[in-house]
């Protein structure tokens, strides 16, 4: 017996559509404006919309740029009403929102210049008031919002209407919260240069469109868009206002539904088919839910949780606990490599090939450290061979503030030389600024380190990341000096390092990553070159334009490719790790390496070395998020939960899941 649709969909308060991909839901929006377009040209009138700025929208406005381009789709017809933009920023500065929908969407289209509205920004103060009444009075002028296109935050923000806002708010000034002021972090490298303040359409503006679409991708999205789709609507989280609205829908990839109980916990809200991972599901979740160790677990715990017919069909509680306990016994292992000449039945990697070559993967440096630098250590001492690609630089996380300090510092110790500055840090490696991680490795590369730092200190600090090469080349340098250093703290030679630079990086920022041909045949030829027999990495559920999730999809690519071609050594082995960002539950994890208390430190000191990488803010704002604490909380976190589940108590473990290595 199968739940029925509406049966599954009965906590959910809003219309939810769920893609298998962001890329597929962006099209089926973006078709939606289109035929609207259309039909309103074809009746000669025109078409309000409301646009979002931020990752998520931007698969629609590529998708919308390549229909004008393909298909004839005009917007001439077409108005725009932008949700909102950062106060006291100019528009020309690379992070306004006036120049991110220029860049995704109004250059490449024939939208009339006097036909899109932004919040203007720059106005003084006094001037706030009127123009945002103004702006309200614009959009009804025009007969109001047909479309408004929404993306969340994680703090359930839809427009910059920040927890606290209310349902009848409007247009106006508001102050930025201290987690969206957070996420901005990475656009503005160096937190106290994001702006405190915006203008944004108030929930009610947003509210009296007649239709919204809101859009969320990946699984950092997952918790907030369940707490909006099922929870009570509060002021607490705007985005539940859109419970009020007639015609709302949300799309999702299947990511970001995760969290949504008829994906997550399916037997709550119908009955299910007790397929062995669902019902491995079922239990684990069950243990936590009724705060029992899975051994102690009562026939009347499965029957209360909507669990009877698995309990008749797979039970009693006594079989069904013994079963999951030992397959979740099964997950530790202090052999993360395979245990050479033992029986590995029930352990998660095989025994053979030993030694093997393993491929871990990073997407930015230190994602190794933070996810599975214990690992590392145990990988290396059990005689295994290392390599450690990192797939980007980096750089567009390193703070201005950091560059010009090694700028100055690589300048000073010239002068101190009385050399000149090139000739001075060429022979840098040799003098001993190699040591502490500041110089680079090659003469070529030396010297562009140089003229970054002679460009950093000429023209003073850099104001955007991507304003200079040579300061994004200073700041590349800083990170795989930080990577080395890190390596050398888990007991892992720095020779296993590799820098592949991938160039969708190189040449992108934040939110314009154009990954490439280029990209894949890179990644091909380093699993090629290694012929891994077991390979780390991450980034799978991560948001698709984020870093982490386009490296995962190039390594898949990849992956698939050197399968075709015969590269990749049969039975290899694809092992995800976790993002700090993300808990696993119990039966997400196949793979569980416990580490102890002087292991946990040595990874922490490890993930310490990137310390470009530390929060600009100082104590006490910045105690709770520093990357390091988080890791070091999640890995205890792992550890909670299994002894809860009554298995050994460990100091931390670290996650890993297994995934098929086509992706299947
Ligand atoms: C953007 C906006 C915001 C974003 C939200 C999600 O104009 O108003 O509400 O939609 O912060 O941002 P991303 O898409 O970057 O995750």
New binding site residues.
């Given amino acids: 017996m199968h739940a029925t649709l509406s049966e599954t969909r009965q906590r959910e308060k809003l219309d939810v559509t769920i893609h298998s991909t962001a890329a597929e839901a962006s099209i089926s929006l973006a078709r939606e404006i289109a035929s609207l377009i259309r039909n309103r040209a074809a009746e000669g009138k025109r078409l309000v919309l409301g646009l ?5 929208p931007v698969p629609v406005y590529r998708e919308l740029i390549r229909m004008h381009r393909e298909e004839g789709l005009s917007f001439a017809n077409v108005f725009t009403f932008n ?2 933009e950062y106060y006291g920023i100019a528009r020309e500065h690379p992070e306004s ?1 006036w120049s991110f929908m220029h860049q995704q969407l109004f250059n490449h289209i024939d939208l009339p210049a006097e036909q899109l509205h932004i919040p203007n920004g720059t106005l003084p103060r006094a001037e706030v008031f009127a123009a945002c009444h103004a702006y309200e009075e614009r959009i009804a002028e025009l007969g109001g919002l047909d479309l408004q296109v ?4 994680r703090t359930g ?4 209407n920040e927890p606290g806002s209310g349902r009848n708010s409007r247009t106006r000034l508001v102050t930025l919260d201290a987690l969206t002021r957070r996420d901005a972090e990475r656009d503005f490298p160096g937190e106290d240069k994001v702006p405190r303040h915006a203008i944004t359409m108030g929930v009610g503006t947003i509210m009296q469109a007649r239709r919204i679409v809101m859009l969320a991708w990946g699984e950092a999205k997952a918790r907030v868009v369940a707490q909006a789709v099922e929870g009570e609507p509060r002021e607490s989280l705007p985005a539940s206002f859109l419970q009020h609205h007639p015609n709302v829908t949300v799309m999702l990839d299947s990511a970001a539904a995760a969290e949504l109980t008829r994906i997550k916990l399916p037997w709550l809200v119908g009955p299910v088919e007790w397929t062995p991972p669902m019902a491995h599901r079922a239990v684990t979740w069950l243990a936590a839910n009724v705060q029992r160790p899975l051994l102690k677990l009562l026939d009347e715990h499965y029957a209360e949780h909507g669990m009877a017919d698995l309990l008749t069909a797979q039970g009693p509680a006594y079989q069904l606990n013994i079963q999951h306990f030992n397959d979740v016994q099964h997950t530790i292992t202090g052999w993360p490599g395979g245990k050479a000449g033992a029986d590995d039945t029930h352990r998660p990697e095989k025994a053979t090939p030993y030694p093997k070559r393993v491929l871990v993967i990073a997407p930015e440096p230190s994602d190794e450290m933070l996810g599975m630098g214990g690992t590392l250590t145990r990988l290396v001492e059990q005689g295994h061979i290392l390599t450690v690609a990192y797939l980007t630089s980096g750089s567009l996380a390193v703070p201005d503030e950091e560059a010009e300090m090694a700028a100055e510092l690589i300048n000073a110790y010239a002068k101190e030389r009385g050399a000149g500055i090139a000739g001075d840090v060429a022979t840098a490696p040799q003098t001993g600024i190699a040591a502490c991680g500041a110089a680079t490795d090659a003469p070529a590369a030396a010297s562009a380190t140089a003229q970054a730092a002679a460009t950093a200190t000429a023209t003073g600090p850099a104001t955007s990341a991507s304003t200079s090469a040579d300061t994004r080349r200073l700041k590349a340098v800083i990170r795989r000096g930080e990577a080395r250093q890190a390596l050398r703290c888990a007991g892992v030679s720095p020779a296993a390092a590799r820098f592949l630079d991938l160039p969708f990086y190189e040449r992108g920022r934040y939110r314009q990553f154009f990954p490439g041909e280029d990209d894949v045949a890179a990644l091909s030829q380093l699993i090629g070159e290694v012929a891994p027999h077991q390979i780390f990495s991450t980034g799978a559920g991560q948001e698709p334009n984020s870093v982490g999730g386009i490296c995962h999809a190039l390594l898949m690519a990849a992956l698939r490719r050197a399968r075709t071609a015969g590269t990749l050594p049969q039975g290899a082995r694809l092992w995800l790790y976790r993002t700090p960002d993300k808990a696993w539950q119990p039966h997400e994890i196949n793979m569980a390496v416990p580490l102890s208390p002087a292991q946990l430190a040595r990874r922490t000191r490890a993930i310490y070395q990137h310390k470009s990488q530390l929060s600009q803010t100082p104590p006490p704002q910045s105690t709770l998020c520093e990357a390091w604490q988080v890791a070091e909380a999640s890995s205890r976190n792992i550890a909670v939960t299994y002894d809860a589940l009554g298995l050994a108590e460990y100091e931390a473990i670290e996650a890993f899941q297994r995934v098929d290595v086509a992706g299947e």
Avoid: E, K, Q, R
């Fill in positions: 979002a700025t931020g990752s998520t949700l909102d929102y929404l993306g969340i935050g923000h839809i427009g910059f």
